[in-house]
């Protein structure tokens, strides 16, 4: 994955023309554009193919099957264009293992963001050990807790490879851009605070300025 903005949009509209023309018009701000269910479980995963032709494609599909459901899911991903997906990790490292596919970058979901997913400390060590050990691309780690993100970033980085870690969270869940690009995000997913501002364009600019400061001041 090719970071530059390092900026990622979650696009969790759900028709079709508003999700080309928030891409469209947002494209030279991104690296990434993060497709969910509710977008192509409204529009089908031709929006795949579409959107790809905009910028590269990462499907959130959270992938969390038995190996062979996960192997078919990756493989649909893969052929509709997708650049990666993100999975997850707590089903153990054989289904990990058959969402790894040639040409698809894999994120692995290390700890989620929201209020109630406080369970996720117990195991999320564990998932990062699982994911590195199998050298998937990098990991999901929260924009709202800071300090978790931090931890998941010091446990990748002891690994040979170095890893992608992308954060969810800033904006509408309240994880701020300085806080997750500090404690180690290297790209930040941002969804509802961006897409649907009053003027998205400025909101990206914004973020990516607010990215560019705090990447300065980052201890290396
Ligand atoms: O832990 C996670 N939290 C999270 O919000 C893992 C995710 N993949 N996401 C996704 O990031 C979520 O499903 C949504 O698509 C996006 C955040 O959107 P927003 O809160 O910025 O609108």
């Known amino acids: 994955m090719e970071l530059n903005t390092r900026l990622i949009l979650a696009l969790d509209v759900t028709i079709e023309e508003e999700a ?12 990434v554009i993060k497709v969910n269910y509710p ?10 193919e579409k959107l790809s032709r905009i910028r590269p494609v990462l499907c959130d599909f959270k992938v969390a099957d038995i190996p062979n459901t996960n ?6 991903v893969s052929a509709f264009g997708a650049m990666g997906v993100i999975v997850h990790g707590f089903t153990g490292p054989e289904s990990l293992k058959a969402t790894m596919r040639r040409g698809l970058d894999v994120f692995v979901v290390a700890e989620m963001t929201h209020p109630g997913s406080d369970f996720f400390p117990r195991v ?3 998932i990062v050990d699982i994911g590195a050990h199998l050298g998937v691309t990098g990991f999901i780690a929260p924009a709202t807790k800071p300090e978790r993100l931090s931890l998941i970033k010091r446990l990748s980085k002891e690994r040979s490879k170095p890893f992608t870690i992308l954060s969810p969270g800033v904006g509408a869940q309240g994880g701020k851009v300085a806080a997750a690009i500090e404690a180690g995000a ?3 997913i941002v969804g509802r605070s961006l897409y649907e501002s009053e003027d998205p364009e400025a909101t990206a600019r914004d973020l990516i300025e607010q990215i560019q400061a705090a990447e300065s001041s980052r201890p290396e």
């Open 124 to 126: 999320s060590e564990d």
């Open 71 to 76: 192997r078919l899911i990756v493989e649909r």
């Open 186 to 188: 290297d790209a930040l």
């Open 39 to 48: 977008l192509v479980l409204s529009t089908g995963m031709q929006i795949v």
């Open 20 to 31: 080309l023309r928030l891409a469209e018009m947002l494209a030279p701000y991104l690296d």
